[in-house]
Antibody, heavy 122, light 112 residues
């Protein structure tokens, strides 16, 4: 079954870091970029960044640069996103999403994980 | 404030058609044929319903269609059904910055 399965909910204190995983199955892991998109409660979607699992190349949205790291583990078909220096503004549902090859330039997201809730609270 | 502008809500009766606009700039919506649309039901992950402005993935109802004029893209839902009640987000590739993918704030569709 083609799917992305994410790790469970996290509760962190301000200033801490969080690491979320996203395990791919049912397709060639190294054949698609994996993006991370977040959604605060009742808000829209916000692109965080993406990783190419084949070579490990990454690209991050400007507001997260210096604070986010994305890595891939081909042995387990898993990508990880670590966000440091958490504040209450980082409280959100974090989704991993696959860059779709059906789209020109692979610029759409054709498969999504179930989401991981990250709560930042003192 | 989301990079792409969508109406907060639209509504329509069963069987009617509704359209949702998505306005950006020449650096994103207006500059590329890379607009996609996502449907999100409460408590679920988004689902791709339109890519490359007007193409539907396999399995998506033909009642969903997309178009674009200048810096504004549109999603039209024809023959509105109860299961269409959801949030809809547009997205586009953006050039000229490191923030390469941008989204609209989302539009809640209500079926009357």
């Amino acid at each position: 079954q083609v799917q992305l399965v994410q790790s469970g909910a996290e509760v962190k204190k301000p200033g801490a870091s969080v690491k979320v995983s996203c395990k791919a199955s049912g397709y060639t892991f190294t054949g698609h970029n994996i993006h991370w998109v977040r959604q605060a409660r009742g808000e829209g979607l916000e692109w965080v960044g993406r990783i190419n699992p084949y070579g490990g190349g990454t690209k991050f949205a400007e507001k997260f640069q210096g604070r986010v790291t994305m890595t891939g583990e081909t042995s387990s078909n898993t990508v990880f996103m670590e966000l440091k220096g958490l504040t209450s503004d980082d409280t959100a549902l974090y989704y991993c999403a696959r860059g779709g090859k059906i789209c020109s330039g692979f610029v759409c997201f054709d498969l999504w994980g179930q989401g991981t809730l990250v709560t930042v609270s003192a | 404030q989301s990079p792409l502008t969508q109406p907060a809500s639209v509504s329509g009766s069963l069987g009617q058609s509704v359209s949702i606009s998505c306005t950006g700039t020449t650096s994103d919506v207006g500059g590329y044929e890379f607009v996609s649309w996502y449907q999100q039901h409460p408590g679920e992950a988004p689902k791709l319903i339109i890519f490359d402005v007007s193409n539907r993935p396999s399995g998506v109802s033909h009642r969903f269609s997309g178009s674009k004029s200048g810096n504004t893209a549109s999603l039209t839902i024809s023959g509105l059904q109860a299961e269409d009640e959801a949030d809809y987000f547009c997205s586009s590739y953006r050039s000229g910055s490191d923030t390469q993918w941008v989204f609209g704030g989302g539009t809640q569709v209500t079926v009357l």
